[in-house]
């Protein structure tokens, strides 16, 4: 299974980024996507969420009315949509994907490698 996460970038606050995360080895309409993202020296925390079908969306409180999570199933890719990007969004954006419903508060059961946002003020 490979999550490949791209689309980060350097950008100023008020921007807009939207990041992209590739599925292979796995079939992907079984699965829920997350997206977490870590900022130096701080913890990793969860930023959204999507079910296998794209109909239920979870996000954190944070990013909630700025961010928006996405999928194409047909092209084993999901999205998150970054607008009006802060300074605290920069951090090492990460994909995960766990089987089945939506799992909340749970480690997924893959990860994939990370992107960088930075957000510049």
């Known amino acids: 299974v490979q999550l490949q996460a791209s689309g980060g970038g350097l950008v100023q606050a008020g921007d807009s980024l939207r990041l992209s995360c590739a599925a292979s080895?796995?079939?992907?309409?079984?699965?829920?996507i997350h997206w977490f993202r870590q900022a130096p020296g701080k913890e990793r925390e969860f930023v959204a969420a999507?079910?296998?079908?794209?109909?239920?969306?979870y996000y954190a409180d944070s990013v909630k009315g700025r961010f928006t999570i996405s999928r194409e199933n047909a092209k084993n890719t999901v999205y998150l949509q970054m607008n009006s990007l802060k300074s605290e969004d920069t951090a090492v954006y990460y994909c995960?994907?766990?089987?089945?419903?939506?799992?909340?508060?749970?480690?997924?059961?893959?990860w994939g490698q990370g992107t960088l946002v930075t957000v510049s003020s």
């Open positions: 995960a994907a766990n089987k089945g419903p939506i799992r909340i508060g749970q480690d997924p059961d893959y």
């Open positions: 080895g796995l079939t992907f309409s079984m699965y829920a």
């Open positions: 999507i079910s296998w079908s794209g109909i239920r969306t």
